[in-house]
């Protein structure tokens, strides 16, 4: 039975007496614990001296240019490279259309062909000629060169010395048969073109002078025709029975120098 008078006091274990808090977390608790309130209480400071940052910072380009044209670039210059086509800018206003192409000129073919005939042997007596018509005609023949005159050899009187010396005779003719005129063929020789019957006429005398054997006893005609707006007269030798004929008779005139061609 139990006294009521005496206090005996509950069972309790050693070891739960002894459990309570380890002082290092206590302590680890309180510096973590301390940190933490002050950043907030920094968090706070900050927030209420800088109340309004403002905008972003923009950042911009410099006032100036950013790159400029040195007074002296050097290296290789480029011809026209300053032009105003070069710029790569449209001109205002309408477009324009560009200026025609020229047109060839064909009178220098004349003139060259014209200039290598040879020059006329001074001094020759001038004919004037006949003032011709610019109305085309199918042929104009020109009148034939008078025949070569020779002068007859002078035999000079003898002197009566002791030793006579020979007398000189001139040397015989040559007797080279002149060439036939031509006939009536279709095939023809052109031996020139130029601006004016006058000057067809001249080049005439001048090529029978320089080759009489061949010449001589030709009759040519000047056609005359419209080139570019320009009257050529051209100076033939008409009625060639057949192309080889026609080629046959200026291949002679060119081994003597004389500038020939068949016409189409």
């Known amino acids: 039975m139990q006294d009521p008078?005496?206090?005996?006091?509950?069972?309790?274990?050693?070891?739960?007496?002894?459990?309570?808090?380890?002082?290092?977390?206590?302590?680890?608790?309180?510096?973590?614990?301390?940190?933490?309130?002050?950043?907030?209480?920094?968090?706070l400071i900050w927030s209420g001296i800088h109340t309004s940052l403002g905008p972003p910072p923009v950042i911009k380009p410099p006032a100036g240019p950013m790159r400029t044209v040195p007074k002296n670039p050097g290296g290789l210059q480029v011809p026209g490279a300053h032009e105003q086509i070069m710029s790569g800018e449209v001109a205002s206003g309408?477009?324009?259309?560009?200026?025609?192409?020229?047109?060839?000129?064909?009178?220098k073919l004349d003139q060259e062909e014209a200039a290598a005939l040879p020059k006329p042997p001074p001094p020759t007596p001038a004919t004037t000629p006949s003032p011709v018509a610019t109305s085309t005609a199918p042929a104009l023949p020109l009148p034939p060169p008078p025949p070569p005159q020779f002068a007859a050899a002078t035999i000079p009187t003898p002197i009566p010395t002791p030793t006579p010396a020979p007398i000189p005779t001139p040397p015989p003719p040559s007797t080279t048969a002149p060439a036939q005129t031509t006939g009536s063929g279709a095939y023809a020789v052109q031996l020139a073109a130029l601006t004016s019957m006058a000057k067809a006429d001249q080049a005439w005398q001048v090529l029978v002078a320089r080759v009489p054997d061949i010449l001589g006893n030709q009759k040519p005609v000047v056609v005359p025709g419209l080139v570019h707006g320009n009257t050529f007269y051209r100076l033939r030798l008409e009625g060639f029975p057949t192309a080889k004929a026609a080629g046959t008779f200026c291949a002679r005139l060119k081994s003597r120098g004389v500038t020939c061609y068949l016409p189409k």
């Open 94 to 107: 309408p477009p324009q259309l560009a200026p025609a192409s020229p047109q060839p000129d064909f009178s």
């Open 5 to 43: 008078d005496i206090d005996i006091p509950p069972y309790a274990s050693p070891r739960l007496r002894a459990r309570g808090v380890d002082p290092e977390t206590k302590r680890m608790a309180i510096i973590a614990g301390g940190l933490g309130v002050g950043i907030i209480a920094l968090a």
